[in-house]
């Protein structure tokens, strides 16, 4: 007999991130580091291994390697089997023809043949740029117990958001009678969150059924889930009601952040009944001088302050000199913050060097832009950086 798994899952984590500018220069957006000792593909591929979901495919294609190198084997988030496990799936060269994922339901498409490897019963696809904890093992019961061709799991949006995402229109049932991508005038406020899980069979005969359709731009919402329900396949919305965030722009990667920080979050990273893993760097316990203050903040290990750091996330091996100040920022590894430098309302990227006296971004205020510094830049003493997105290699004006 065969072995096979009964759900398997479909990472999508290849998006370039273009809105998120200097962090994802170099890096694809599920690489980015959260949360002083997380990067954002952790809360998905978290969710699948305390779901019991324990195959998964992570599609790659915008710069790749540092994705690639901190998944390695998958063991920090028990992932490391001999049957299953993690895979990093990467666009190859077929004979017929040779080319990157043209959309999301190309990319799955075009990895058809490792899900078939498992004989899954479900796959679940989800997207590898989202902040949430969600049990995917529930949506999967719902699924199996509405008979659905295909469930989408949907969050209320306000209604001056919901022309930004896919909007599902449900019957009471939670069945779907109509799906509309980014509607100018939403009819409802219910948002598909790119999670979807289809019975496997329905997947496949859509994806190929797509894959010969020279019209389609081989998207999922904008032509896999409308052929099929259009076709009058059983679709179903999966309502979640916990923290979700889309981390696809600066502000709300930074609002992210801010969340994880107080006695009472609005998003708690330390839940031990849903640990979130992560490939920890190892760093000796962070030292914080007898002068220092430190208040509201999230402290990763290895950091070293002598300044003062508040409402802010810093991660390992952060060093805060003397007179330094940080304030609402997110500083990632590595970085210094020189004696009586500035930094406020920022996302400073990893090994980034801030001069002394230096002062990066302003008071948090309405009218305030919020400052990103990209991975290993230097910047000079005494320089002021308060706007805009800054990625050359020195900043020495």
Same mark, same amino acid.
């Given at each position: 007999?065969? /072995?096979?798994?009964?759900?398997?899952?479909?990472?999508?984590?290849?998006?370039?991130?273009?809105?998120?500018?200097?962090?994802?220069?170099?890096?694809?957006?599920?690489?980015?580091?959260?949360?002083?000792?997380? /990067?954002?593909?952790?809360?998905?591929?978290?969710?699948?291994?305390?779901?019991?979901?324990?195959?998964?495919?992570?599609?790659?294609?915008?710069?790749?390697?540092?994705?690639?190198?901190?998944? !390695?084997?998958?063991?920090?988030?028990?992932?490391?089997?001999?049957?299953?496990?993690?895979?990093?799936?990467?666009?190859?060269?077929?004979?017929? /023809?040779?080319?990157?994922?043209? !959309?999301?339901?190309?990319?799955?498409?075009?990895?058809?043949?490792?899900?078939?490897?498992?004989?899954?019963?479900?796959?679940?696809?989800?997207?590898?740029?989202?902040?949430?904890?969600?049990?995917?093992?529930?949506?999967?019961?719902?699924?199996?117990?509405?008979?659905?061709?295909?469930?989408?799991?949907?969050?209320?949006?306000?209604?001056?958001?919901?022309?930004?995402?896919?909007?599902?229109?449900?019957?009471?049932?939670?069945?779907?009678?109509?799906?509309?991508?980014?509607?100018?005038?939403?009819?409802?406020?219910?948002?598909?969150?790119?999670?979807?899980?289809?019975?496997?069979?329905?997947?496949?005969?859509?994806?190929?059924?797509?894959?010969?359709?020279?019209?389609?731009?081989?998207?999922?919402?904008?032509?896999?889930?409308?052929?099929?329900?259009?076709?009058?396949?059983?679709?179903?919305?999966?309502?979640?009601?916990?923290?979700?965030?889309?981390?696809?722009?600066?502000?709300?990667?930074?609002?992210?952040?801010?969340?994880?920080?107080?006695?009472?979050?609005?998003?708690?990273?330390?839940?031990?009944?849903?640990?979130?893993?992560? /490939?920890?760097?190892?760093?000796?316990?962070?030292?914080? !001088?007898?002068?220092?203050?430190?208040?509201?903040?999230?402290?990763?290990?290895?950091?070293?302050?002598?300044?003062?750091?508040?409402?802010?996330?810093?991660?390992?091996?952060?060093?805060?000199?003397?007179?330094?100040?940080?304030?609402?920022?997110?500083?990632?590894?590595?970085?210094?913050?020189?004696?009586?430098?500035?930094?406020?309302?920022?996302?400073?990227?990893?090994?980034?060097?801030?001069?002394?006296?230096?002062?990066?971004?302003?008071?948090?205020?309405?009218?305030?832009?919020?400052?990103?510094?990209?991975?290993?830049?230097?910047?000079?003493?005494?320089?002021?950086?308060?706007?805009?997105?800054?990625?050359?290699?020195?900043?020495?004006?």
């Amino acid at each position: 007999m065969h /072995r096979k798994k009964e759900c398997v899952a479909m990472l999508l984590a290849g998006g370039q991130g273009s809105r998120l500018f200097a962090l994802t220069n170099n890096i694809a957006k599920p690489a980015v580091a959260f949360g002083a000792k997380y /990067r954002i593909i952790d809360f998905p591929l978290s969710n699948c291994i305390n779901s019991g979901i324990d195959t998964v495919g992570v599609l790659t294609q915008y710069q790749p390697l540092i994705l690639n190198e901190y998944i !390695g084997n998958g063991q920090p988030w028990d992932l490391d089997r001999a049957f299953g496990g993690v895979h990093i799936l990467s666009p190859y060269q077929a004979k017929a /023809r040779s080319t990157w994922y043209e !959309g999301t339901a190309n990319a799955i498409y075009q990895n058809m043949h490792f899900m078939k490897m498992y004989n899954p019963e479900y796959v679940l696809i989800l997207s590898g740029d989202h902040i949430y904890k969600m049990n995917y093992a529930a949506m999967l019961k719902a699924h199996i117990e509405t008979g659905a061709d295909c469930t989408i799991a949907a969050i209320n949006v306000p209604l001056s958001e919901a022309s930004r995402f896919g909007i599902l229109n449900t019957n009471p049932d939670g069945s779907i009678y109509q799906f509309e991508e980014k509607p100018k005038v939403p009819k409802s406020t219910l948002a598909s969150m790119g999670i979807y899980i289809f019975t496997a069979s329905k997947l496949f005969k859509y994806l190929e059924e797509d894959e010969a359709n020279p019209n389609s731009s081989k998207d999922f919402g904008k032509d896999v889930l409308p052929a099929m329900l259009n076709a009058g396949e059983k679709m179903y919305s999966y309502l979640f009601e916990g923290y979700w965030k889309d981390v696809g722009t600066i502000a709300s990667l930074w609002q992210a952040n801010m969340d994880l920080l107080g006695d009472n979050p609005e998003f708690d990273v330390n839940d031990k009944a849903w640990k979130i893993h992560s /490939r920890n760097p190892l760093a000796p316990p962070e030292y914080i !001088g007898d002068d220092a203050v430190v208040k509201n903040s999230m402290i990763a290990l290895g950091c070293e302050i002598e300044g003062r750091v508040e409402n802010s996330v810093l991660g390992s091996n952060v060093i805060v000199e003397k007179g330094a100040v940080i304030k609402d920022a997110v500083v990632l590894a590595n970085s210094i913050i020189k004696s009586g430098a500035s930094v406020s309302y920022s996302i400073i990227d990893e090994n980034v060097t801030v001069g002394k006296n230096s002062v990066i971004g302003v008071e948090k205020n309405p009218t305030a832009e919020i400052v990103v510094l990209g991975r290993d830049i230097t910047v000079g003493d005494g320089v002021r950086v308060l706007s805009g997105q800054k990625n050359e290699k020195d900043i020495l004006v």
